[in-house]
């Protein structure tokens, strides 16, 4: 199994930064695909960010250019650095992980929210 926590969430000014991270409990350098989702009150959750054990990423186009994906193996951890933040970020955020070994896990999620 793989245990995912996130942290970094929190309250922040439209235009301001943050950034999130995820531990994990097994190497992430063994995980296939890593990434982040988001999910905001009333809506599906949406894909934010993906990066794989070739470190290729993949951003929503709602993202593109402000958020930047990133692996740390030595750290055993997933980050997420959001900048230009605009209300319409406001959601939980989940990190997630695929491997085919292991299957696909999640984490419990972190609150940003977006708010003068």
């Known amino acids: 199994q793989v245990q995912l926590v996130e942290s970094g969430g929190g309250l922040v000014q439209p235009g301001g930064s943050l950034r999130l991270s995820c531990g994990s409990s097994?190497?992430?350098?063994?995980?296939?695909?890593m990434g982040w989702y988001r999910q905001a009150p009333g809506k599906e959750r949406e894909l934010v960010a993906t990066?794989?054990?070739?470190?290729?990423?993949n951003y929503a186009d709602s993202v593109q250019g402000r958020f930047t994906i990133s692996r740390d193996s030595a750290e055993n951890t997933l980050h997420l650095q959001m900048n230009s933040l605009k209300p319409e970020d406001t959601a939980v955020y989940y990190c997630?992980?695929?491997?085919?070994?292991?299957?696909?896990?999640w984490g419990q999620g972190t609150q940003v929210t977006v708010s003068p």
């Open positions: 997630y992980t695929y491997s085919s070994a292991l299957g696909t896990y």
């Open positions: 097994r190497r992430v350098f063994s995980m296939d695909i």
């Open positions: 990066i794989t054990s070739s470190r290729i990423t």
